[in-house]
């Protein structure tokens, strides 16, 4: 059971380069979100999922667009990379968004923007 | 937007010595969850709480939150190495969106 897979975990991109991370959960869980996280900012929601075919904008989607054409699948793209975009990225999903919600965390991807 | 509140930023503490972290909201918050972050790592999972004044302890971590759910605290007793890395409190906002809020997260360092 691997839980929640994150690919690629390091990546290094020019500015004005695209990309994309590829997140894959095998718990069925209908939620997945797209975190980051920079020094003293805490994890900060991109763009988060309630179940396949359906995305919605959290706290900083700019930049960013995601997709989730199969259940087990939440991709997030970066048209045109910038340096602000430097960060490490956290996927996660839960089975409910309800009270018993609890996030299962990928382990992470590491991405600089030159 | 709902913003959580997390203090202290950094705490450093010698082995065997008492950690607390707090989280504070202007708003009313729905559900308490507290995860664990070491470092390199991925944040996982350590409890949750939704009622009023709920207390839950695990081993020598206790969790609380406040009356009037506006805060919430960790207390870590007698602090061992294992304990390193950061805490994140989160709201689970159920109205609307359901998504999590983090807070800026705790982060302890422990000198043996």
Sequence with gaps: NAGVTQTPKFRVLKTGQSMTLLCAQDMNHEYMYWYRQDPGMGLRLIHYSVGEGTTAKGEVPDGYNVSRLKKQNFLLGLESAAPSQTSVYFCASSFTGGPLGELFFGEGSRLTVL | ?112
Excluded at chain 2, 2 to 21: L, N, W
């Design chain 2, 1 to 112: 937007g709902q913003q959580v509140m997390q203090i202290p930023q950094y705490q450093h503490v010698q082995e065997g010595e008492d950690f607390t972290t707090y989280c504070n909201s202007s708003t009313t918050l729905s559900n308490i969850q507290w995860y664990k972050q070491r470092p390199g790592g991925h944040p996982v999972f350590l409890i949750q709480l939704v009622k009023s004044g709920e207390v839950k302890k695990q081993k020598r971590l206790t969790f609380q939150f406040g009356e009037a759910k506006k805060n919430s605290s960790l207390h870590i007793t007698a602090t061992q190495t294992t304990d390193v890395g950061t805490y994140f409190c989160a709201d689970h906002e159920i109205q609307g969106a359901q998504k999590l809020v983090f807070g800026q997260g705790t982060r302890l360092t422990i000198n043996p």
